[in-house]
């Protein structure tokens, strides 16, 4: 995406943020497409190619890095990062932060406990915690910011 010079920071930034809020959910539903089959690929296998690996992590670096950031590796105005920063998009990413932790933490612990009946693959059980986690923190955040739009 390319931001004109005609723009100003403070217009630059809110079109960059509903350019973002708009494609959230799409990045999201990829994410959640390849941590499905991957995990199949894990369950059915007993283990995940190299290739299957990269995806996955790449997947979760990039949504997880939108929220982090605002938008990777996007040449933004040194004027730009105020209005992306502010108080509002701050306050939600740490409410998804929170929510991403108490999935990983709760998921963990449902994992911990099953594997007293059942045979739970340490492969399989990271990669639903890391990616379970990474989903909910996205999914979170961008709700919150598409409401924030809204108003």
Do not use: C
């Amino acid at each position: 995406m390319i931001i004109g010079k005609h723009l100003s920071d403070e217009e630059a930034a809110e079109k960059l943020m509903r350019h973002r809020a708009r494609w959230m959910p799409v990045l999201i539903l990829s994410l959640v497409f390849v941590q499905v089959v991957t995990a199949i690929k894990i369950y059915t296998t007993g283990q995940l190619a190299t290739g299957g690996w990269t995806g996955w992590l790449l997947m979760i670096f990039l949504v997880l890095n939108i929220v982090a950031t605002g938008a990777p590796g996007l040449a933004r105005r040194p004027g730009m990062r105020v209005y992306i920063d502010d108080e509002l998009t701050i306050s939600h990413r740490s409410k998804a932060y929170a929510i991403g932790f108490w999935v990983m933490l709760l998921l963990g612990i449902a994992l911990l406990v099953t594997s007293n009946w059942y045979v739970v693959y340490a492969q399989l059980a990271l990669h639903s915690v890391v990616g379970l986690g990474a989903i909910a923190v996205a999914t979170r955040y961008a709700m919150l910011e598409r409401r924030a739009l809204k108003q």
